[in-house]
């Protein structure tokens, strides 16, 4: 038995150990499975420790079968689909906004007032807008940019 033929079978077994190859394991069907007596495998320490850790896993019931995993691999797969679909979401309305600040940037100044006038902290004893007040002025900016006919 080479390296390689023994890395192999430690890797079915590892795979066996989760649920992807069944839940029936016995050293004969490995010994169909991979054309190698059962003392030559158990002779490996990489080997006996795989299939230790296999039939423990098997009797214990510690398994997933595969239905479940394809099941909760679909799940996430449809997962990741819907929050692509929320980022892409997110980046047109981040580029919305962007513009809508450039713009407000570009007025701010041509009142002759500096941004870094504007965009600065306020007295810690200073009491802000509630979070009501704030949604109602910033949705005014999630409206479509006007058109003002000048670049």
């Known amino acids: 038995m080479t390296e390689q033929d023994e890395a192999r079978i430690t890797r079915e077994l590892n795979k066996w150990a989760?649920?992807?190859?069944?839940s029936k394991l016995t050293w004969a069907i490995l010994e169909e499975r991979f054309k190698f007596s059962r003392q030559s495998m158990q002779a490996k320490p990489a080997v006996k420790a795989a299939?230790?850790?296999?039939k423990r896993s098997l009797s214990k019931g510690e398994i997933t079968s595969k239905e479940v995993l394809d099941k909760t691999v679909d799940e996430l797969n449809a997962e990741v689909a819907a929050l692509k679909i929320q980022i892409s979401n997110f980046e047109e309305k981040e580029k919305k906004w962007k513009k809508r600040w450039q713009q407000i940037a570009y007025h701010i100044r041509q009142k002759g007032i500096q941004i870094s006038d504007i965009d600065k902290p306020v007295h810690p004893e200073t009491a802000l807008p509630s979070h009501t007040t704030t949604e109602k002025t910033l949705k005014e900016f999630d409206k479509e940019?006007?058109?003002?006919?000048r670049i």
């Open 51 to 54: 299939y230790d850790v296999a």
């Open 18 to 22: 989760m649920g992807y190859l069944g």
């Open 145 to 149: 940019i006007p058109f003002s006919g």
